[in-house]
Each structure stands twice: as C-alpha cells, then as structure tokens.
C-alpha cells in the first residue's frame, strides 16, 4: 500500500522506538496511513498499518476508534472538528454545529453533497480560552460566530477551485 518512499518514513518511525516496541510507532503511522489514504482508514488499511508493525489488528482498531483524529470513513476535503466540551458550550459551540449543520446542510459525521465539507464534533481541542473553536487541518479557527463561520466556508471554497 505505501509507496518505497513512505516504507522507509515507516521504518524511520519505528526506529525511534525500542527493539521489541514497534508498537509505539501506532499513532505516527496510523497519521501517515490516513494521509496516503485520502484522509480516512478503511479496515484493510489499519490492517495494513497492523501487518506493518506487527501487531494485531484489533490493537490498531482500537487505537483508531478511540481518537477523533482519525476517520473511519471516507470525510470532505474540509473536516470542521468544533469542540463540544464544557467551555466551548458554555461559549456557544452548540449553535456553532447548529448553523454549520444548516448552513451546509448536512448532520454531524456528514459530508456535504459536493465533497467538500464534514462536520465533525471532538472533545476538548485544548484552546478554552478561544471558545468556541473549531480546528480545520492543522489550524484552529477560534472565537467562532455564525459570520466567521460563513466567512471560514467561503475561504475553503475559493481555495477549492
């Protein structure tokens, strides 16, 4: 599944580790899987990773349905992961996933129709003093109204074309 190149970032990743540790490797290499993979795990993927680290898939499932950075399903091009925990609701983040659920009409854990947007809730993002936030890749988007909101999917759009 992983090209010669990614083989050898694998190999370089479970050589941080102790002998006899491979397993330690998991979440780097689950990271790397669902980057090759179009940003989601299909389960002949994590058995892949599991092969790869010799370890049994269960073990990788486990890890991978724990943690919501990882996908267990195909997700847009865009993921919004608005925080749901105590600050940010406190803060307003139920309206926040209420407005984007109408404003793209789609549910939590749905892509839009054109395959550009999932929403997404996750637990605590570590940013509660910019609630409420959502992160978007590697970028939070914080102290989020329904105006930023509408100005964050017109940003991702233009960036699209």
């Given amino acids: 599944m992983f090209s010669e190149e990614k083989l050898n970032k694998v190999k370089e990743i479970i050589a941080r580790y102790p002998a006899g540790k491979q397993k330690s490797a998991l979440i780097p290499v ?3 899987a669902q980057e090759v993979s179009g940003g989601w795990l299909s389960s002949e993927t994590m058995d892949y990773v599991a092969s790869l680290l010799q370890i049994t898939s ?3 499932y486990e ?4 943690y919501s950075m990882f996908n267990l399903q ?15 609701m406190l803060r307003g983040s139920d309206n926040i996933v209420d407005y984007i659920k109408k404003k793209l009409d789609i549910g939590v854990g749905q892509t839009t129709k054109d395959g550009l947007f999932t929403l997404k809730t996750v637990e605590c993002l570590g940013a509660c003093g910019y609630a409420p936030m959502m992160q978007l890749g590697k970028h939070y988007r914080e102290h989020l109204t329904p105006e ?14």
């Fill in 63 to 66: 890890v991978a349905t724990f």
């Fill in 148 to 161: 930023k909101v509408d100005a964050i999917i017109e940003e991702c759009r233009s960036k699209a074309n």
């Fill in 74 to 88: 195909p997700v847009g091009k865009y993921v919004f992961e608005v925080c749901q925990t105590g600050p940010c």
């Fill in 58 to 60: 269960i073990e990788v």
């Fill in 30 to 32: 689950l990271h790397l």
